[in-house]
């Protein structure tokens, strides 16, 4: 599937501020499902810092802009090609040792009613089954419900309100398969919602489960399904806060607030190049 | 038991105390108490009164002072610095390999789950190899000695191992007040150890850096027990005292504010822990750090020291597993032994240890300053029946170790000279080279019979001599 993104958040703040400083984890992940067409970056009135590639194999980039302003945009424009791997993570260069994802954190912390719902997933023949019926049992229990829990909602707090957004499927299902000795981890991305009548949001997350002989594998609760050709994949983390595409702060004692805009849309063939930048 | 007193064997006064022991005979006791309260003013007057090894406590308190100093000769101590050395170059070894293939990992020689599940295991630095591929550039390892020739290592710290303020300060005190004695005997210095120190920051700039390299010592502000340390250090090395709003992070480089505006920053040496340092990185609350700090880091702009992630090669579980690092990366025999220690995590390590509490010291494996353990043979049966309780209940978070016959040192007490228990933690310095300056901080335990010197319990500080040849 060929894919246009077209990505924009906004920050606004009523007192402008400084030194606004910024780790972003906005391009995509290199995998057999994924081939970057070009991709574009700009952080309206910054200063690109240091780019590297990190030990779980995302692009991250550091940004500052030096103020004082009101406003700053941060632009994603870019094309990319997909292709369904069952959402297997195929092909993709990483260091982190699984176990390293072993380890909770406040949002996936497990209390009584997680053990319980981790504990009542049974009749797994292995461990790729135990993780599709973890999965499962996260749709279940949770109802996609937007508005009903913010950015610090954690896995316990959404399973006990049994309502919540793709955030929280994601931090519900980490928190089940680490109970389950599963190592487990957040991924940020997009996702082609259009077509699917489903589909919820743009701006998308979801979890992965490392299984045997496979390797991480995609699990999208919120879709009753695996990543496919529709999602883009940029990068992975503990959890949401850890994965954060976007990670900022600025000096100043202004109120922000922050505006967000996704495109994705599917195109029939990319017209010719724009003079976009390729990261590999 | 049996201790090792390490200035008498029977009635017979050791080789290295001999000149020490003539000026204590001919110490009158008034002249004593005078001197001893004439230390306690100049501690005060510096203000060296906070608590070693962030053990807690009153940060005002005074950490008594012994005037006695514990003497090392030349040849013990050189045997002593080889295997310090050793052991701080297969630290690092193993902190390289756990960040990058894992080779010990996959040699089977240590569990992958000890290494990866560690809360000190940072997987943001994975595959980051800092300038030399030092990540613990100061190292402090704690020894105790049991005989002549025995000593064992207790525990390494890795992080920002504190206290050296105290090696430095107890020998500028004893020069002040006993000059005669360092004419009377010949005493290796320690006053270079801030000079190294800054050596040893400015070898591991980074490839960035072209100039001579710009260090800063980042602290967490005056409230942080140990800030008289990170100031007297930085006053000492003759680099800035920085906060983390001192500095700030533009395009690929850290920054320090002055009043000739912006200068580059090569090499931080941070006294602020791992989940601090930057908030877009690990705790998005910390207010202590600089936001970007670990993206510069990691695109090699600037180098950390110790290094993020260097706490995972010194928590006492990886503890157990030192010696084989040295026989793994060095392919030597470690000089220096552990105190063996059961894990109780293990079926038959937790069996024998249920079954001998009263003759062993349990602590928690993320403990630390002398809290929360059990020396059994201190204890009653009570307590060490509500221990065994919190043991059944996460064996996981216990190691043991048998009661070690902690070696004595004469100490000033109300009645004159009396042997207590003494431990050493020496400052290993590692960058281009691995430097240790001749001597360290010995921690004695004023009350009779302790075996903890932790300042926390009661502990207090010795000046600790090497002979030169």
């Known amino acids: ?280 | 038991m049996n201790y090792y007193n390490e200035m008498f064997e029977g009635s017979q006064v050791r080789e290295p105390y001999a000149r020490l022991s003539e000026w204590v005979e001919t110490m009158p006791a008034d002249f004593r108490q005078m001197k001893q309260a004439e230390a306690e003013a100049l501690f005060r007057r510096i203000g060296i009164t906070f608590a070693v090894y962030g053990e807690g406590g009153d940060p005002d308190r005074l950490i008594p002072f012994d005037m006695m100093p514990r003497v090392f000769e030349q040849a013990e101590w050189r045997k002593l610095e080889r295997g310090i050395k050793q052991r701080a170059r297969a630290l690092n070894a193993f902190l390289r390999d756990v960040y990058g293939r894992a080779e010990i990992v996959r040699a089977g020689r240590i569990p992958a789950r000890l290494v990866y599940q560690n809360e000190a295991y940072e997987k943001a630095v994975v595959g980051i190899v800092p300038p030399r591929g030092v990540y613990s550039h100061i190292i402090g390892i704690d020894l105790v000695r049991t005989a002549k020739d025995q000593f064992f290592v207790l525990e390494d710290n890795c992080r920002t191992p504190s206290g050296v303020s105290y090696m430095l300060e107890n020998r500028e005190i004893m020069m002040r007040m006993f000059p005669g004695l360092f004419r009377a005997n010949r005493i290796e210095p320690v006053d270079q150890y801030p000079d190294l120190l800054r050596r040893t920051l400015e070898s591991v700039a980074p490839a960035k850096c072209h100039d001579r390299p710009t260090c800063v010592v980042l602290t967490p502000g005056h409230f942080n027990s140990a800030y008289y340390e990170h100031s007297f250090l930085a006053n000492l090395m003759g680099v800035e005292l920085v906060e983390g709003a001192d500095l700030f992070v533009d395009g690929e480089f850290v920054y320090m504010r002055t009043t000739q505006g912006p200068r580059r920053v090569d090499v931080i040496y941070r006294r602020i822990d791992d989940p601090f340092l930057d908030p877009l990185c690990f705790r998005p609350d910390s207010m202590l750090g600089v936001p970007g700090l670990m993206d510069v880091y990691r695109s090699g702009g600037v180098s950390i020291c110790s290094a993020p992630g260097a706490g995972v090669a010194d928590d006492k579980a990886i503890y157990t597993f030192v010696p084989e690092m040295v026989r793994f990366y060095l392919g030597e025999e470690p000089l220096l032994q552990n105190v063996q220690t059961w894990t109780l995590w293990k079926d038959d390590d937790y069996r024998y240890v249920m079954e001998n509490l009263a003759d062993l010291v349990v602590k928690e494996v993320h403990g630390s300053g002398g809290y929360g353990m059990l020396v059994g043979p201190k204890s009653t049966k009570d307590e060490i029946e509500a221990f065994r309780a919190k043991i059944e209940a996460n064996p996981g978070n216990y190691i043991a170790q048998p009661t070690l016959a902690l070696s004595t040192c004469p100490t000033f007490v109300e009645e004159g000279l009396a042997p207590r228990h003494v431990d050493l933690r020496p400052y290993c310095l590692c960058g281009d080279r691995i430097e240790l300056v001749p001597g360290g901080l010995t921690r004695v335990a004023l009350r009779e019979g302790s075996l903890v010197v932790n300042s926390s319990q009661g502990g207090g500080v010795k000046d600790t001599w090497v002979l030169s040849e």
């Not at chain 1, 009523?14 to 067409?37: A, C, K, W, Y």
């Not at chain 1, 970056?41 to 802009?65: H, L, N, Q, Y």
């Not at chain 1, 993570?89 to 406040?106: C, K, Q, S, V, W």
């Not at chain 1, 980490?174 to 991924?187: E, G, K, M, N, S």
């Open chain 1, 1 to 280: 599937m060929k894919l246009r993104i077209v990505h924009q958040t906004v920050y606004r703040y009523d007192r402008p501020v400084r030194n606004m400083v910024q780790s972003l984890r906005l391009t995509p992940s290199i995998f057999e499902g994924q081939r970057t067409h070009d991709w574009l970056i700009e952080v309206s009135g910054g200063v690109r810092g240091p780019g590297f590639r990190d030990g779980a194999g995302d692009w991250i980039e550091g940004w500052t802009v030096r103020g004082p302003t009101a406003e700053v945009a941060v632009t994603v424009t870019g094309r990319i090609e997909t292709r369904d791997t069952a959402g297997v993570l195929r092909g993709h260069r990483e260091l982190i040792h699984p176990l390293a994802y072993g380890r909770d954190t406040a949002a996936t912390k497990a209390d009584a009613a997680l053990k319980d719902l981790a504990a009542s997933v049974a009749g797994a023949s292995d461990s790729l089954d135990l993780a599709h019926r973890l999965s499962s049992a996260v749709s279940d229990a949770i109802a996609y419900v937007p508005g009903e829990t913010g950015f610090h909602t954690t896995a316990a707090e959404a399973l006990e309100q049994g309502k919540g957004v793709c955030q929280d499927h994601a931090h519900a299902l980490i928190a089940l398969a680490r109970l389950r000795d599963l190592p487990a981890r957040y991924v940020s991305g997009y996702l082609q919602a259009s077509a699917a009548a489903e589909a919820h949001e743009a701006a998308h997350a979801w979890a992965e489960i490392h299984v045997d002989r496979l390797g991480w594998v995609g699990f999208d609760p919120a879709n009753r399904c695996c990543p496919d050709e529709r999602y883009v994949r940029l990068g992975s983390g503990l959890d949401a806060s850890d994965a954060a595409p976007i990670r900022g702060i600025a000096a100043g004692q202004g109120i922000e607030t922050m505006d967000v805009a996704v495109n994705v849309e599917e195109v029939e063939r990319f017209q010719a190049q724009s003079q976009g930048q390729t990261q590999s």
